[in-house]
């Protein structure tokens, strides 16, 4: 049986409700850190300024890599029936999922140009999607 390839609705819808997690989840963070800067804001330039930025990065791409681990969904991909897989159907290696979120970045920064791309791609993926070997692909019903 063929996977049917995840359309450009369901990545979105997918995303934002991603997003709306890692939102919650970075107010957990800074709420976390604020007794360590007397309840000040964190400043905006700087050292610390740079350290919470990656803080706050890592913790994105560790919400993404620790759900597609656990068997390639996150909570929106998983509420959007996505799931992300190899060409070969199985759950991407860690490499490719890191490949996978290092265009993700660009692909999603210069207008979604690297996602619409998909719109032209007659196996559906996205810029992300075919350098890092992966796909997304419509999840049964279970």
Known sequence: M????????????????????????????????????????????????????????LSALGFYLGFWRKGGQTLGMRAWRVRLVDEAGRTPS??????????????????????LAMLLDPKRRALQDRLSGTRLIVDRIR
Do not use: C, K, N
């Not at 964190?42 to 300024?49: A, F, R, V, Y």
């Open 2 to 57: 063929t996977s049917q390839p995840a359309g450009l609705i369901r990545r979105l819808g997918a995303l934002f409700y991603d997003w709306l997690l890692i939102l919650a989840l970075w107010f957990v963070l800074t709420a976390l850190l604020l007794p360590l800067t007397g309840g000040e804001a964190l400043p905006e330039q700087g050292p610390w300024h740079w350290a919470y930025q990656a803080l706050l990065g």
């Open 94 to 115: 860690v490499h490719a999922m890191l490949v996978r979120a290092f265009w993700a970045l660009p692909s999603w920064g210069l207008g979604g140009l690297g996602v």
